[in-house]
């Protein structure tokens, strides 16, 4: 698990919030949870994108899950999918990418039907959730995704973000749901990084600017009450 620290500036300015009182008015019917692209591509050892702490969050994305599931909220997981046109038009990334060899092998690994693109084993996905496949850093681009429509017809206007990468697929996803008029909660031990210092320069990007950052805990507290109520419905 990432060593979770908050740059001098962030702590100064008071921009780290109480994470139970920022969740205090969470309503579950308009909340989802987005999990980014916890995929065996990104996750097994030896992956074409192997993010080792990643592994490590798992248990933490699955008490969320659960949680949130239990009080009648939605799950999203998020897959990349590199196998369709628009990658062919991400210039900059494919170059990113390197050797023609190693962007074969990342493309054909996120497709559909590569054993890399399918969502990590110890995920627990039930039939009441979503997965929807995105083509971008970002779900919420033009084109890159459903993820929007599916969100706006079930009313959600909070997520908690909750995956991998931290500084790439999770924090774009952020920056752009605040700025579509969703309130964004960042979960910071259940996201993962390459380095303890990108987790941790994402999380002081995002606290007070594009969203919250708050921690399992605080997620599973706030939504413990309607979990119960609908127990005893």
Same mark, same amino acid.
């Given at each position: 698990?990432?060593?979770?620290?908050?740059?001098?500036?962030?702590?100064?300015?008071?921009? &780290?919030?109480?994470?139970?009182?920022?969740?205090? /008015?969470?309503?579950?019917?308009? #909340? *989802?949870? =987005?999990?980014?692209? +916890? /995929?065996?591509?990104?996750?097994?050892?030896?992956?074409?994108?192997?993010?080792?702490?990643?592994?490590?969050?798992?248990?933490?994305?699955?008490?969320?899950?659960?949680? +949130?599931?239990?009080?009648?909220?939605?799950?999203?997981? +998020?897959?990349?999918? @590199?196998?369709?046109?628009?990658?062919?038009?991400?210039? $900059?990334?494919?170059?990113?990418?390197?050797?023609?060899?190693? &962007?074969?092998?990342?493309?054909?690994?996120?497709?559909?039907?590569?054993?890399?693109?399918?969502?990590?084993?110890?995920?627990?996905?039930?039939?009441? !959730?979503?997965?929807?496949?995105?083509?971008?850093?970002?779900?919420?681009?033009?084109?890159?995704?459903?993820?929007? $429509?599916?969100?706006?017809?079930?009313?959600?206007?909070? =997520?908690?973000? %909750?995956?991998?990468? %931290?500084?790439?697929?999770?924090?774009?996803?952020?920056?752009?749901?605040? /700025?579509?008029?969703?309130?964004?909660?960042?979960?910071?031990? *259940?996201?993962?990084? +390459?380095?303890? /210092?990108?987790?941790?320069?994402?999380?002081?990007?995002?606290?007070?600017?594009?969203?919250?950052?708050? @921690? #399992? $805990? !605080?997620?599973?507290?706030?939504?413990?009450?309607?979990?119960?109520?609908?127990?005893?419905?």
């Amino acid at each position: 698990m990432h060593r979770i620290a908050f740059i001098a500036e962030t702590a100064e300015r008071g921009a &780290r919030p109480d994470g139970r009182a920022t969740l205090a /008015q969470l309503d579950p019917r308009r #909340t *989802a949870h =987005l999990v980014v692209d +916890l /995929q065996r591509g990104f996750m097994a050892p030896g992956a074409p994108v192997e993010v080792p702490e990643a592994r490590h969050i798992v248990a933490n994305v699955n008490r969320i899950s659960a949680a +949130l599931r239990a009080a009648g909220g939605v799950n999203v997981f +998020l897959r990349m999918n @590199l196998a369709t046109d628009a990658t062919a038009r991400w210039r $900059d990334y494919v170059d990113h990418l390197g050797a023609r060899s190693d &962007r074969d092998l990342v493309i054909a690994a996120f497709s559909p039907g590569a054993p890399e693109f399918d969502l990590w084993d110890d995920l627990e996905v039930t039939g009441d !959730d979503l997965v929807v496949d995105k083509c971008r850093f970002s779900a919420f681009i033009p084109g890159a995704s459903r993820l929007h $429509d599916e969100l706006s017809s079930r009313g959600i206007d909070t =997520l908690v973000i %909750t995956g991998t990468l %931290t500084n790439v697929c999770c924090e774009s996803t952020a920056r752009d749901a605040m /700025q579509m008029d969703y309130r964004v909660r960042f979960v910071a031990d *259940a996201t993962a990084a +390459l380095s303890d /210092q990108t987790h941790n320069a994402t999380l002081a990007n995002i606290d007070g600017h594009f969203g919250r950052v708050v @921690l #399992t $805990d !605080d997620v599973v507290g706030a939504l413990a009450p309607a979990a119960a109520g609908a127990r005893s419905a």
